[in-house]
């Protein structure tokens, strides 16, 4: 039961997916089966229950006797940039009201009033005033009050009006220069020794302070009085030794194993969380060769005297593409629709499917040829009859029995063109009957608008006998580039044609050709990774329907 909380806790939060992957990296449980310990709960609530000090006012100096401007009214342009202003995905307070119904055009009016009635006021509704409070642990097992740090989120439209008086103030009353804590440009003050750094390979070091208990007793000029003494010992942020930062990333991963995540989307918390944060601290670090030859290549059992002196990734790429298994994918990595879903962290996939897809796309899928790879006593022969070796790409391309499933992986892919070309207004006609003097000529579409036609066939390819798919790209361009079909799209859209097609391999590898064709029809690289991630779906289904019982009935 546990681990169903804590799985619909990720799913839910993961529209913040970069939040919810800090959480688990640090190994933060966010769903415990735990109350917080006892005395927490009632230490919060008797330190938000006490009385305000009493403070007793001095002489007072106003600098801004006039606070005409800052309560006229807000016009509607300063509720315009406000609203922009806001993170459209930030929590809803007690009421519920979020960011995305305050931008409804149908609510402005009535919102633009609400808020001019508080200004006039000189008060907010008390239901404004309501906050919802959580408890958030700031270390892993937190067991006392100073544990964690207490989040109220107030509510949305209160949040907006103080956004837009902060406006206000910022212009008609803006603080002293002096005042670094509580404004937006405090950032700013790392900009001008940053802009004064020469270029080149100078080093700037910059100490970062964090007060514990800031505005409470602790005496400042102590803290920089002890600052100055340490900084004389340890200069430069701590970026930690290359054994911190490797037990950190082993902590991560082992933190990422465990959550209740699918796979795809544990890939995407290692590749686009955890290795980005290690990395700078590697790239500017102390970590030198000598360290990682005596400190971890010789714990896993590399000879040191044979450690190349560059990184052999090019070489692995290369051995990759030039071997049975990678030949489909070489020269496509670099393509969005290609490799782009892997990393994408996408939930549209079980994590079944995911697993399955990237067994497909690296062609390690269990097969006869493939275990009999080292024992030439076991059958190669598809075990279908048809007496061909029975490789990955004989059930995804050739094999009888497959038929049926091959042509409807092919017409998703063309449907989802067409819907694609339909939404944008294209005139689309799909398989028609154009007669020539070698018989009729189908290609799957022609389509044209007011300013072009084009032709474009889509087709699943093999991964064997061709060196790219730009190589069957040109063949079926040179198939339909004929002057008789030229001149029957001309007739039917008055237009001289574009002759193309979309084509890919069954490892998902697109021709570099056809994705220009594809981006210049307007296709976004999020629907190229849909029709990616479909074909390969119906690659896996093809291949499970093969290996079972009901691979003898064509479905065609």
């Not at 879903?341 to 690296?362: C, N, P, Y």
């Not at 069954?506 to 190229?528: C, I, M």
Request: include cysteine; proline fraction near 6%.
């Amino acid at each position: 039961m546990l681990w169903r909380r804590r799985y619909a806790v990720c799913q839910k939060g993961w529209k913040n997916r970069g939040r919810i992957a800090k959480k688990i990296i640090s190994g933060q449980d966010m769903v415990s089966d735990e109350p917080a310990p006892m005395g927490v709960m009632e230490a919060w609530v008797q330190e938000f229950s006490k009385e305000s000090i009493s403070v007793q006012p001095g002489p007072i100096h106003a600098v801004y006797n006039d606070k005409h401007e800052i309560m006229a009214p807000i016009i509607s342009s300063e509720l315009e940039r406000s609203l922009r202003s806001m993170n459209a995905k930030a929590a809803p307070g007690w009421d519920g009201v979020t960011v995305a119904s305050l931008r409804d055009p149908a609510k402005r009016e009535q919102l633009f009033w609400l808020l001019n009635g508080a200004i006039f006021m000189e008060d907010v509704p008390e239901a404004w005033k309501r906050g919802q409070t959580t408890l958030i642990p700031k270390v892993d097992l937190p067991s006392v009050p100073s544990h964690y740090r207490p989040i109220t989120v107030t509510s949305t439209i209160l949040r907006l009006y103080h956004r837009i008086l902060a406006a206000l103030l910022a212009v008609e009353a803006p603080c002293s220069l002096h005042q670094k804590g509580f404004k937006r440009e405090g950032r700013l003050c790392l900009q001008p020794p940053l802009a004064k750094t020469p270029c080149g390979y100078w080093s700037l070091y910059l100490a970062y302070i964090d007060f514990k208990k800031a505005f409470d007793s602790v005496i400042h000029d102590a803290i920089i009085l002890a600052g100055k003494r340490y900084l004389g010992i340890e200069t430069g942020a701590t970026l930690g030794s290359p054994g911190v930062l490797l037990t950190r990333y082993q902590k991560g991963l082992n933190n990422i194993n465990r959550a209740p995540l699918k796979p795809q989307l544990k890939l995407w918390c290692v590749t686009e969380v955890l290795q980005p944060q290690l990395q700078y601290p590697l790239l500017h670090g102390e970590v030198k060769t000598g360290w990682l030859k005596r400190e971890w290549l010789a714990k896993e059992g590399f000879d040191l005297d044979e450690l190349p002196k560059s990184a052999p990734s090019d070489s692995w790429d290369s051995d990759w593409w030039n071997s049975v298994d990678g030949a489909g994918c070489r020269g496509s990595a670099t393509l969005p629709s290609f490799s782009g879903w892997v990393r994408a962290g996408t939930r549209l996939m079980s994590g079944r499917e995911f697993v399955s897809a990237i067994k497909l796309r690296g062609n390690v899928l269990s097969t006869r040829s493939r275990e009999a790879r080292g024992r030439p006593e076991r059958p190669v022969l598809c075990r279908h009859g048809c007496q061909r070796p029975e490789t990955l790409g004989h059930i995804q391309q050739s094999c009888p029995v497959t038929h049926g499933w091959r042509v409807q992986r092919h017409d998703k892919i063309v449907t989802a063109i067409c819907k694609h070309l339909g939404d944008r207004g294209w005139e689309v006609l799909r398989e028609p009957n154009i007669p020539t003097p070698n018989g009729l000529r189908k290609p799957d579409l022609v389509f044209w608008n007011s300013v072009q036609s084009f032709v474009v066939d889509v087709q699943v390819c093999t991964d064997m006998g061709v060196a790219t798919p730009n190589d069957a790209h040109e063949r079926k361009r040179d198939y339909y580039n004929t002057p008789i079909i030229r001149q029957w799209v001309n007739e039917q859209s008055g237009k001289p044609p574009v002759i193309s097609s979309i084509v890919m391999n069954w490892q998902g590898a697109w021709a570099q050709a056809s994705y220009n064709t594809f981006k210049a029809l307007g296709g976004t690289d999020e629907l190229g990774k849909l029709i990616t991630v479909r074909m390969l779906e119906d690659s896996v289904r093809m291949y499970r329907m093969f290996c079972g019982a009901g691979a003898l009935r064509n479905v065609h």
